[in-house]
């Protein structure tokens, strides 16, 4: 009765229960938390706290130490009790788990009531179960003991001997049983390399899931870094236009200013004058006149009192328009430059070579478009020329770093638009873009879209009412993407390869069609 006699010690003395979150006091008594606290709660009223068991009294509230490992150590000790809850019939005071189940009587046994269970061989002990009664036959009542491989049951001796399985070869339950076990040992054995593949994937999902998380965290941290600093310089902008246009408005006003009080004083002064004349004009006494009039009259084509400008403002005394807007645009375009460099991106100013054009290509007088034409335009003959394919490459290549550039198709005709080395063919087959290993490009027609290298070409989902794209090479990453400039703007392809030449931008147009470089 060891069992119950550890049973009975994990009790708690006030709900006469197994222990809840079991706690204790400084005396060492143990209860379930609720159950104390209960108890303290009723006790605050009277300022004095007792233990319920030995009635050790504390001036303050004790507090409560966890002892949640005495109730986990009993029931590691009985792991029947907790896996299956199956407790011996005959205890009937205070629950033991049962160490075994006699199928002919159908109950359940402790260590101390199995010893005074009958021995006989007609009383079959199994393992603790809540449902002897599935242990037997349903037709006989008898213990199951064999099983029928035909009709996949497990059977008594009375349906072997005279029942539905009379003449079937049957096992042995435990034989069975031992087969059956063979069987999934070898299941498990064929799948555990499966289920390990199917981990490693999962291991690899989730660790990507976790990078592209963090990455994206580390994203957000840098747009909003980036965007704080724009915010700063755009104030940093907008003062300084600010300050340059109070700056000519002091100035300019200042010498108005100085003009008004000029030209006041000079008002006064000529008023006084003319009070004067007007005041003499009533004089009668020729001599009188004569001698007390100190004027001398100027032509009104005398400036020289009021400075030879008559108080006119020049135009070049107005606010200069082009400064401030020289001002506003330094200042937005070192605000692009440090975006560009915060973003490691270079714009290329790409122009188009007319030397390498074929015939049937015009090129603007920019060197930024390139339409195709049916009448020839007149080029001498040079080694870069392409002469099958209505092609033309940029001046210089792109050999390192990050480059981005945008074009944009009229979307009539088609056009091809994309990279090629320096080195490819001007003439034949092979002189087309993306029809070999020197090129690739995006193909844009009104049929559709597709990516093509090495002739190999892969149709796209394209939305045709976009004419606008995006170019992003990243040479040493050996990264060439093309991007559709929508709403939002759309990924469509990316190449990879290891770079070995100088990348120049080409362009293929036909039946019409004309690409143009955005600056």
Known sequence: ?????????????????????????????????????????????????????????????????????????????????EENGIFCTYCTKSPVPAVRTCLQCEASFCGEHLSRHSKSSEHTLVEPTATPKERKCSTHEEVLKYYCPIDAACICVSCCVAGDHKGHDVELLDVAFEKEKEKLRKYLEQENPQKAKILTKLQNLQDRQRNIQEKASDKRK????????????????????LSEISRQEEKIVSQISDLIKKLEIEEDELSRKMRHVEKMCHVTDPIRLLQENDITVCGHGDDEDTGGDGGKIRSEDDLDEVLISLTLYRSMRDIVTNVTSELRLHVPDILLDEDTANRRV??????????????????????????????????????????????????????????????IERNGDESGLGLNDKSWCLDMSGAGCQVRHRSVGSPLSVDTTCPRLGVFLDYEAGRLSFYQLCDPIRHLHTFTASFSQPLHVVFCVWSGASVRIIS
């Open 222 to 241: 840098n747009v909003w870094k980036l965007f704080m600093d724009i915010k700063e310089q755009l104030e940093m902008a907008e003062k300084k236009a």
């Open 362 to 423: 015009k090129i603007s007088e920019d060197l930024k478009t390139a339409t195709s034409t049916e009448k020839e335009q007149y080029r001498p003959k040079s080694p870069g020329m392409f002469l099958d394919y209505f092609q033309v490459l940029s001046r210089c290549g792109l050999s390192s770093g990050r480059h981005y550039w945008e074009v944009e198709w009229d979307q009539k005709g088609g056009c091809d638009i994309g990279l090629s080395y320096p080195s």
């Open 1 to 81: 009765m060891a069992s119950a006699d550890l049973r009975a010690e994990l009790d708690c003395s006030i709900c006469l229960s197994l222990y809840t979150d079991p706690v204790s006091l400084r005396c060492g008594h143990n209860f379930c938390r609720f159950c104390i606290m209960t108890v303290l709660d009723a006790q605050e009223a009277a300022g004095v706290y007792s233990c319920p068991d030995c009635r050790e009294e504390y001036l303050e509230r004790p507090a409560l130490e966890k002892k949640r490992k005495i109730v986990e150590s009993f029931l590691s000790a009985q792991p029947d009790m």
